[in-house]
């Protein structure tokens, strides 16, 4: 039976190490986009740089086109970071660098900690992400029914996508939740058998 539990934990991290190796490389695509609108955005609101008319380039074409495609590029930051956020915080939560209050807890015997961390998957977790996915369902069924798109003039189509990640979300939580509370059974099992 250990050995089978070991097994689905096991299982169960590896997918939220491979989520969070993905996600860490949409960091770098962020920094990316955010950098491709902020230096337009300051250079071609900047009189001084636009008097320089550098490589007698066209620059109000260019400040016309960049204002006609930055709400769109605005969408993709935040796309980007959105899914940064709701899919990375399972990995975060599988590598212990998720919110956690220590004052009780870091003074605690492994086997107190094992029963803290049962009880609060079972009491407080489990009901957190379940209420969230079942809360979001609608919202997310009538956004994919009208296929809503971004309210901005020259936004991104795809809001209905992005609001997915409300269902994602919580299905990855209470995966990596599942090998949490699998691995604390494991530790209190471990313990009783020594």
């Known amino acids: 039976m250990s050995a ?8 169960l991290g590896e997918f939220s190490e491979r989520c969070g190796h993905i996600i860490s490389w949409m960091v770098l695509l962020l920094v990316f986009l955010t950098l491709l609108v902020a230096i337009p955005r300051y250079l071609l609101s900047n009189e001084w740089f636009l008097s320089l008319n550098l490589f007698s380039l066209d620059w109000d074409a260019i400040r016309t086109v960049y204002s006609r495609n930055v709400n769109a590029m605005n969408d993709s930051i935040q796309y980007v970071h959105a899914i940064i956020f709701m899919v990375g915080v399972s990995y975060a939560m599988q590598s212990g660098d998720h919110v956690r209050i220590d004052i009780l807890y870091r003074n605690m015997k492994p086997r107190t900690r094992a029963w803290v961390n049962i009880l609060g ?7 957190t992400f379940l209420f969230i996915f079942f809360m979001s369902w609608t919202y997310v069924f009538n ?5 809503e798109a971004s309210s901005r003039p020259g936004g991104l189509p795809f809001l209905y ?3 997915t990640l409300l269902l994602i979300m919580p299905v990855l ?22």
């Open 161 to 163: 996508v992005l609001k």
């Open 143 to 147: 956004s994919w029914a009208i296929m």
């Open 4 to 11: 089978a539990i070991s097994k689905i934990t096991d299982i």
């Open 173 to 194: 939580m209470i995966l990596q939740g599942t090998a949490l509370l699998l691995d604390n059974i494991q530790k209190l099992r471990s313990r009783e058998t020594a």
């Open 121 to 127: 998957m079972i009491l407080l977790y489990y009901p």
